[in-house]
């Protein structure tokens, strides 16, 4: 009898030994810290114009990704009446340097499109890009100016959007669809 | 083994006397009832060696004679009862009575005896052996909803928690043969990791507090029970298959068991795997799965004091989430919510599975020894392991979508020691004590901030429980105290980001009485009275940062403190005539620091656009309810059904109702049966009805988009045994949602982006042998 007992202590022995390739508590305790390559920390919206003068510069900056502090928003003024030549930018400034996701975003250009939504009657921004279906990337883009007016703009980065939807290509992002990795505003004056 | 041993499913065998015989002449008799003594007429006792069988008479009785010895099983039958089968060695004459479970019980939902070792008082009620089988496509929450009073909380159809009066989750205690549950329960879109295939029984304490289980538990406890080996030498066990039309998914079950005098074994596994379901109007693209499920249960018995059993399970799944649910911001969140079609939906059905999707394994080692020390005294042992690995996979950028995002191994071991005590009074104590340790790792190189810490926790609880039985009542109390010690490591969301330690200690009290009395026969009333408490969970007090799923920002609080519960039940049973059934459960459940998110009135500003913020806070807060059960039997073929469920909860401080509690729920069944006789036995027709309504104690800025209208849905379905040889088929045919109808359900989250599913034509066959 008390043979078999043993047995079955044994056996109970047995079943808590797995317990024994355990981790040491320390690295439960001691996380290392990913690395963030995924994140996009800041996006810069740069204005040149056609006819030289100043740049403008419209950035976007959360250097601690979501939550933690609140993100830097520089804004810019435009002039009236002017032909910009513009490009994006986004940064993961995690990353020490900084890494461009623009690169990732071009070399996926199938799967993504950049969006320009402004309550600015006369402000409009053409694609200048194309993936290789002949759809609008977005990353290099022209903006014109008209009269003098101030409002808001809107930029929208959307990861496997459909493309083919209607509207998409010029730019309505209303039927995209796909998910918004950038979505940022900044107010916007012309003058 | 003692009266204790017998399991859970099979009914009761009252009494067997042994008399003098001859060879091939000996007599076998005895009496078949109705549970709670009313002799039954007409039931068919049947030796399936001899292929003979004999009637019991008007009082009950039955009688063969000249019977030679030898090992025999014997099928005991009725009409509107669910068939038993009984292995005996027959050397002399022999008397046995028969209890059968009578029909309306078997219908919905039974109480057994078995279970209410656990508890005395409480409410017990069990999903039988007979509905698990007609069921074999469903997950263990859709199972358990078979059971007034229990909801699940989905993402799509394929992940459903059970919610037991509305508690859920870190608030509800799952049981896999006894052992808590340990997996990764803080989601809402995290369901238990157990196939139900593999279980003998899956019961619900709709209870106050089963204080003899260390985990959280603020009342109600889900158990999952692979049940006992049968005594029988021979090789039985059963196959099944069953079909969905929605999702063209197939499964197969299989199971195994042996007996023997001194040793047993049972092995079950399971395979399933389906398409993309749809609903009326569209596919829900990627929503295929597949799952692969094995235990194995080895019993030994060392001596007729000692016994052990070794029981293993692993559970595997690899699930995909409808793809249009997968939403980076607010916006996306709104402009799924107005389309008709979720983006991303294709035209045919596929078989793929891509992300996002779950790949979910779970496993459990246990063993568990019994030492009698004589009749009246015993003790357990349990000593038991769990593994989980859950890995979450995002559509991501620059292929990392083969990366999970969410990557985590969680490890724990359980030792338990209990010592039941039977004294000569009819009392009944129970005392033990507990260990649990739990290790919780991220797998590091998901390239995302983990939003569940690394942890480790080492749980001491120990427990008193008495129980006492009189003529009429029963009594019983409860007392537990529980020690947790918990070292965290949380990653910071500010930058440079560094690895922040805590270290806490919660101490819990928890205690519970309770008495039931039974007025006359079948007229009872049952009423319990528990305080428990849980503690504060890790994602509670520490997540910090954006939930993808949810489009928030949720905020923990490391100052959150135990949660306390004082629960009140009452239930009352009773039986109008021979012909109505009648139970009703009440409920009242307050808490003092219930742990909620509450959305706050600031949005936090990010590249994705702005997020509500939800912050985990403390309130108090009731909740309260009611389930209502009725049956009814207009004739030997005729029986009919009533559920109705209400709950309804506020939070005290802040006057606002809480979220996602159920809808109140209303279901029917109406039950024709046809007595068939030879090779086909008990035919049943049902037609079957359930309407959820809409959840309006709810405010307009608790949630994203108003909660889903009423829907009502209308069922059938078709069951019929056939004997084969020995052996017996089951066939079940079921359509869910006949009509197709259009709805959402408000505790299903993939509500905001899709219908749910439409006409679902389950096939399911249970050969058993």
Redesign the interface.
Known sequence: MMKKINYALLISILVLSFSACEDDDDDVLAPPIPNEEEVITTLRFILTPDSGGQVASFIFQDLDGDGGNIPVITFDTLNANTSYTASVQFLNELENPAEDITVEVKEEDLEHQVFYDTDLSGLTITYLDQDPNGNPLGVDTKAETTSPESGTLTITLRHEPNKDAPGVSNGDITNAGGETDIEVSFPIVVR | MSDKRISFFVFLVLSIFQLNGQECHIQLKGVVQEKGATPLSYANIYIKELKSGVASEENGKYKFNNICPGNYHIVISHIGCESIEYYLSLQKDTTINFELEHHHQLLDEVSIEGIQSYSETQNVKQISLKKIAEMPNENLGNMLENISGVSTINNGNRISKPVVNGMYGNRLLILNNGIAQSGQQWGVDHSPEIDPLSAQSISVIKGVGALEFQGSNLGSVVLVESGKINNDPHLHGHARYFFESNGLSNGVNFQLEQGRESWGWKINTTLKKSGDQNTPDYFLTNTAYEEASASALLEKR??E??N?E?YFSTFNTNLGILR?S????L??LQ?AFEREEP??TEDALSFEINPPRQEVNHHL???K?K?LLDENRFFD?V???QWNFRQEYD????G?SDKPSLSLEQ?T?F?EVKYHYFTSSNSKWKLGGQYQ?T????V???????LI????SAKWGLFALWSKEYERLSLEGGLRYDFENR???T?????P???L?YDNNYHNYSFVVGGAYEFQREYHLNYNLGLTSRNPEVNELYS???HQGVSG?E?GNPNLVEEQSIKQTLSIEKHLGSKIHLELMTFYQYFQNYIFLNPQEEF??????A?PVFKYEQTQAEIYGFDLVSSMEFNERWSALLKYSFIQGNDLDNREPIVFLPSNNLRTELNYQIPLKGQWENLELQLNHQSVFEQTHINEDQDFVPPPETYHLIGFKASVARKLGKNKLNATLQINNLFNTVYRDYLNRQRYFADDIGRNITIALNYTF
Do not use: H, M
Not at chain 2, 395 to 398: I, N, P, T, Y
Not at chain 2, 453 to 456: D, E, F, K, L
Not at chain 2, 604 to 609: E, P, V, W
């Open positions: 060392w001596s004091k000692f052990s070794l249009g997968q939403v980076g911001n916006t996306d402009s983006f991303f080692l246990k063993l020894s030492w042992f000593v038991a392991q559509v991501r950028r620059s990392r490890r071991q030792a340790g290790e919780n790792i991220n590091p190189e998901t390239g995302i901030l983990p810490p690394n942890y480790i070292r965290v490591a990653i910071s969301n500010t930058f980001r560094e690895v330690n910090n940062g954006l920002i905020e936090r500003l990010t590249i994705r656009g997020f």
